[in-house]
């Protein structure tokens, strides 16, 4: 599956800031949970002010446990494990 123009312009921008080092990690509160959550930020300036633009956060516990990767014989499937 081909990945969408918006997230491949959201991963352009996010590598620019890190070659930029105008990359931040900040701890925020997640929205909905209230838990908190390790976000990765791009950092710019807009009248004097910074702005910090989310991204996405990082995984809790083990990632490979919180992801399905692309199965490589079938464009549109997934790998899925055993399930517990």
């Known amino acids: 599956m081909p990945i969408p123009d918006h ?14 080092a105008n990359l931040v990690l900040m701890e925020c509160l997640d929205a909905a949970t209230r838990e908190p959550r390790y976000v990765l930020c791009a950092v710019g300036r807009s009248d004097g002010e910074y702005v ?8 809790d ?13 079938d464009p549109a499937g997934f790998i899925v494990g055993p399930t517990i």
């Open 7 to 20: 997230a491949r312009a959201n991963f352009d921008t996010l590598l620019r800031a890190a070659a930029d």
């Open 61 to 73: 516990g083990n990632p490979y446990d919180a992801y399905l990767p692309p199965d490589p014989k």
């Open 52 to 59: 910090f633009t989310p991204f996405g956060h990082l995984a």
